[in-house]
């Protein structure tokens, strides 16, 4: 064949491989978008979290893994709505079924203007409140009380500002991390080590000396406790029974009652380290 007769052939030659391989990689670059996607869905745990050792604490609808504190029932004010764990009206914190020592939880929150909650752990319920035994990561509006303060979103509260304030507007997610690796605590928000600290140390006491947990015995002193979801109360429930909306109304609920939202609440637990 001569080359003038070839020429065509190998040009068709070539762009049928480039499409060919186009479509190939345009096929796993679908597959790797789906699998993204698979992973981006609400309270599912990643494959590559599942093999570090992670569980779920909430699959989207039910509250299994949690209870009231000091009951063995959850409170009518914490319901499962749309995917999220949200705080609709009075009750107790809600606590984990199972106790945690050395552990990394994982989760989202979202806070209404001008409210209030928290995450707290090492929880037992020999007190009338959780907040009596459990240090606290702050879950806020930073407009009610600044950015960086002990009181700030990410802080441990009374007792540690967060280093920087990178949490997101009210009405937004956003990312949290509680790590316990035996005396060691980290606080994380949106992926920035927001706070550290040495518990039972003594810094940590002289801390805690100059704060109102100062008269709590067993503040900080658990060991193996459980972690709760803080019900700090909420104005928008009182404005809410004040006009008059249906506690069968979700969308209503939402917008108008729900004081702060958790979801992908996922956990495992530490290797305990030798004493030292």
């Known amino acids: 064949m001569s080359f003038r007769l070839f020429l065509p052939c190998l040009l068709r030659g070539i762009r049928f491989f480039h499409l060919k391989n186009a479509a190939v990689l345009l096929a796993v670059l679908g597959l790797g978008l789906a699998a993204d ?5 609400p309270n599912d745990v990643s494959a590559e979290e599942k093999a570090a050792g992670f569980e779920s604490l909430f699959d989207g609808t039910s509250l299994a893994a949690w209870r009231g ?27 984990t079924v199972k106790t945690y020592r050395s552990f990394d939880f994982r989760f989202e929150w979202k ?16 007190r009338r409140e959780a907040h009596e035994s459990g240090p606290e990561y702050q879950v806020v509006d930073n407009g009610k009380d600044g950015a960086t303060t002990v009181n700030s979103a990410g802080g441990n509260f009374a007792l540690h500002a967060p280093l920087k304030d990178v949490v997101k507007p009210p009405g937004q997610w956003n990312e949290g991390r509680i790590v316990v690796d035996g005396t060691h605590v980290e606080h994380w928000l949106n992926g920035e080590k927001v706070v550290a600290y040495e518990i039972r140390s003594p810094e940590w006491v002289t801390l805690v000396a100059q704060t109102k ?17 803080q019900n700090h109360g909420g104005p928008r429930w009182w404005a809410a029974r ?3 909306i249906s506690k069968d109304d979700a969308a209503a609920i939402q917008e108008k ?3 702060v939202w958790f ?9 305990e380290k030798a004493p030292k």
């Not at 979801?263 to 290797?271: K, Q």
């Open 37 to 41: 996607r698979a992973l981006a869905v």
């Open 263 to 271: 979801r992908n609440l996922r956990i495992r637990a530490l290797p």
């Open 111 to 126: 806070i209404a203007p001008g409210e209030n909650s928290g995450v707290l752990y090492g929880v037992n319920e020999a």
């Open 213 to 229: 947990f100062k008269d709590k015995p067993d503040y900080g002193k658990v060991v193996d406790g459980h972690i709760a979801l």
């Open 242 to 244: 004040l006009a008059g």
């Open 69 to 95: 504190y000091k009951r063995t029932d959850v409170p009518a004010g914490w319901q499962a709505l749309d995917g999220s764990i949200v705080l609709v009206g009075p009750g107790s914190d809600l606590v």
């Open 257 to 259: 009652v729900a004081v």
